[in-house]
């Protein structure tokens, strides 16, 4: 325990993943330095599930806190990899023993209709834009992008989060439409809770009153091919019910917050005019094997004034890494363990780019295991200190000829370097007056809405 003390271990990315990695590496004697690009560590739980969810989240983040507040722990927020720091800075000069990536998936996959990308931001939104301002837009010093609903929205997607981005639009419509027409001021809690029609009987205001057409949401495939409920096992038995389920889990959904369903159409051009997204022209398709085949001459326009584009999320790529179909390319047969590097592992959503809390979670913990196992032993970690200190020689300036001495004559990490880590991290930090993870965390909490109501009419 006492050797495996003198080693530091980067973590980058403090949520879901990096936290549950970093607390099982810090109860195991390693020492830890979490870079997180945002102020908080709480990634998709802060910025990706819809601010309704307090009670997932609050526990998440509590649950974050605990781990990350911890003595063998050093956390540094607001540095960005790829960005403020080099990712082979980090690799070759700062003397980390293993580096480990637990940064998520926050590149949205690119809209596949050419030419449309010009419209960024002016038509068309991507979902992890707008789920960020839906979270964060009620914050008195919110200063990010701020975007309006239409009700003739098109949400291309189908999986748990653009049904997430469909009830956003159609909760804010109908509270638009209250305000305007009835001077109510409803609440998002409660319509997200009671579904719309519970909530407006409460008030005896009939939907149709609203005049509301309501968002439209585009899919690939039928109700039953999407990924709402993953089944059980592979046999046929397991998938079927999870396509039953999934079916009915978006009637459902449909029934509670009323947007319209265009299954078996895929987005093929764009409709422009005077230089304003006006459109989506829809290839009909059919699933035939599992396979989409198009419809020959059978196409579709849908007007409309804004396009929200959730169809995934990839993990953004960092100079140095190697990505191979949008992912990050691995060592064949080795799902964790990152492509030309001894001691560059990833885990959670950076590895899969999809998944839920519990997932990122149980990758974090198994994969975490297996590297501590498999790759932190005494003897892998001496044989790659022996690297390092060659890539130091080449890389560093004369004033660290002296700790390069040092690694020799010891063959560990040398004090000298775990100083040097320690001070550059504490200079990042006091850069930006950081004092404790708990003072820290307390003092960049966002303002929160309040609690749900219990019932729809209170
Ligand atoms: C709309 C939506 C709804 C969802 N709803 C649910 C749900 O109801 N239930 C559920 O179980 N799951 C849900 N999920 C999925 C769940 O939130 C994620 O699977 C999980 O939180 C991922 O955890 P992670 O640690 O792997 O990644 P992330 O949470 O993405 O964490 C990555 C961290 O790395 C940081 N980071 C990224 N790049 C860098 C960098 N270059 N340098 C430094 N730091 C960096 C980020 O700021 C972040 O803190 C939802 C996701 C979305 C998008």
Known sequence: MENHKKHYIAIIGGSISGSVAANLLANSGFRIVVFEMNALPYGKIEDGLPKWHIKLRNRQIKEIDNKLDHENIR?????????????????????????????????????????????????????????????????????????????????????????????????????????????????????????????????????????????????????????????????????????????????????????????????????EEDDKLKGLVLQKVMVYNERIVPLENETEELRTDLIVSSIGSLPEQINGLQYEFSALKMKKHVDYHVYGYDNVFAVGNAVTGRGNIQESKQHGQKITRRIIDEHLTDDALESWIKKINNSLKETVSQNVESIIEEIRSKDIQPDKIIQSILEKTKDLNDKNGYTTYSQWVQRHLPVRLEEIPKNPKE
């Open 75 to 271: 956390y540094v927020p607001l540095v960005k990899i790829g960005r403020d720091l080099e990712f082979n800075d980090l690799l070759n000069n700062w003397g980390f023993s293993a580096i480990i990536l637990a940064n998520g998936a926050w590149q949205d996959r690119e809209f596949p209709v050419p030419g449309i990308e010009k419209f960024r931001d002016r038509g068309l939104i991507y979902q992890n834009d707008f789920i960020f301002w839906f979270n964060h837009h009620h914050e008195a010093d919110y200063q990010g992008k701020q975007y309006e609903i239409k009700d003739n929205a098109i949400i291309v997607g189908g999986g748990l989060a653009s049904l997430d981005v469909v009830k956003i639009c159609m909760i804010e419509l109908v509270r638009d439409k209250l305000k305007e027409i009835y001077n109510i001021d409803e609440d998002m809690f409660k319509l997200e809770k009671y579904g719309i029609d519970k909530v407006l009987e409460s008030h005896k205001v009939p939907y149709k009153k609203l005049n509301i057409s309501g968002v439209n949401l585009v899919y690939r495939k039928n109700a039953e091919d999407m990924p709402l409920k993953s089944s059980k096992d592979e046999s046929k038995a397991s998938r079927d019910k999870a396509r039953m389920v999934s079916a009915k889990l978006l009637n459902n959904y449909k029934e509670k917050y009323k947007f319209n369903f265009k299954p078996l159409r895929v987005p093929i051009d764009f409709i």
